[in-house]
């Protein structure tokens, strides 16, 4: 089980903790990094998808497009500082959140931490550790982004050329564009993970019981790790859309192959522009490969950690 739980025979470190996250973290950004690309490119795209201006129109088409322009190692563009992101994301998350849950598992009454309140706990201990892991990681979030988002010919050809050109050209306070928002919907966003994993486990024991000294299995922790990332993802979608948008402000040059270009004077102001010349459905761009995604990398995400720490537990006793 994720988080601190009495019924666990055997505690690891703050490091085990560490590495089951990290490697949980590369395992799915190998999956996810092509459903990655689709989501940015859709998330970008000012104009809607079904108007003819507009570069892509659906999943299958952009697809075909990105592989017969930019070949299929396109969709592994910013593989690299995605997985560094993953890496220092993931480590950061797990540990952080073990050690709140069991903190606030001493510090709180036992019934707001375990039993129907415990979706709640996990909520809002998720939320923390997740603003945590997004200060930590924010600069090469914004470095993959930029990678992923460009257009031939190419203002990037490498991580370190793009550190290098965005600190020269737009300073240090180029690498944490959008950490606003990015605070605001990571949130929610880690929180209602963290809380839709724990809602499912407790539906999945009530259906399929098992003892309580049983690790958590392969199947289980991949259905409801995936449940939950379609239900976080949904409704976070509007967040990611505007952080988005904002960490690709100040390399309009490489985007204008795609279509139209826009700026934005914060956060705020990229809300309204997007209702105004968008639509709502501005918001939810991306939306398939986005659910997907969620699906995919929340899914391989709980799994692989809840593995990875149910083996050292086993080696550790």
Known sequence: MVGFDTAKEVHLSSTQYAFAGAISGVVMRVFAQPLDVLKIRFQLQVESMRSRRAKYHGVIQATKIITREEGLAAFWKGHVPAQLLCIVFGSAQFV????????????????????????????????????????????????RTRLVAQSEPKLYTSVPDAVKKMYTQEGLISFYKGLVPTLIEIF??????????????????????KDKSEPTGAWESLVCGSLSGICSKTIILPLDVVKKRLQV????????????VRTYNGMGDC???????????????????????????????FL??????????????
């Open 249 to 260: 402000q100040g390399f309009e040059e490489a985007r204008s192959a795609f279509g139209k």
């Open 304 to 317: 692989v950690y809840e593995q990875c720490c149910h083996q050292m537990r086993k080696w550790q006793s």
């Open 188 to 209: 929610p966003h880690a929180g209602l993970q963290f809380g839709f994993y724990a809602f499912f486990k407790i539906m999945w024991d009530k259906f399929l019981p």
């Open 96 to 143: 952080s959140f073990e050690w709140i849950t069991r903190a606030s598992h001493h510090a709180l009454p036992e019934k707001w931490t375990s039993g129907q309140y415990k979706p709640m706990h996990h909520f809002m201990c998720g939320g923390i550790s997740g603003c945590i892991a997004s200060a930590s990681a924010q600069p090469f979030d914004v470095v």
């Open 271 to 301: 809300f309204r522009q997007i209702i105004r010349e968008e639509g709502l459905q501005g918001l939810m761009k991306g939306f398939g490969p986005c659910v997907l995604k969620g699906a995919v990398s929340v899914g391989l995400t």
